[in-house]
């Protein structure tokens, strides 16, 4: 059974910083992209951030310069450190594995975790 388990969400002032982590089991995700979404109340799902089998990243314009995502292939795991965060950062934070097509549209992934809130305070 493959699971994706996100860790690291909480509280966090703005200014601060987190890191998420997405832990993948199941089976391997070193020969596929791995993503981030957002989801705030009352808004639609959004890309934040994507990363290629072998490390290409993208990014939201919305959290370029402030957000980096990494993966460790021997750990089956992919990261998301968020610095400057800010109040609009509030949200579900989703890991999301194996997209069939565009990696900035979530409805191409076909694996995803549960999500972690992320919440800062201004």
């Known amino acids: 059974q493959v699971q994706l388990v996100e860790s690291g969400g909480g509280l966090v002032q703005a200014g601060g910083s987190l890191r998420l982590s997405c832990a993948a089991s199941?089976?391997?995700?070193?020969?596929?992209?791995m993503g981030w979404f957002r989801q705030a109340p009352g808004k639609e799902r959004a890309f934040v951030a994507a990363?290629?089998?072998?490390?290409?990243?993208y990014y939201a314009d919305l959290v370029k310069g402030r957000f980096t995502i990494s993966r460790d292939n021997a750990k089956n795991t992919v990261f998301l450190q968020m610095n400057s965060l800010k109040p609009e950062d509030t949200a579900v934070y989703y890991c999301?594995?194996?997209?069939?097509?565009?990696?900035?549209?979530?409805?191409?992934?076909?694996?995803w975790g549960q999500g972690t809130q992320v919440t800062v305070s201004s």
């Open positions: 999301a594995a194996d997209p069939r097509g565009s990696i900035f549209n979530g409805g191409e992934y076909y694996y």
């Open positions: 990363i290629s089998w072998n490390g290409r990243t």
């Open positions: 199941g089976r391997t995700f070193s020969n596929t992209a």
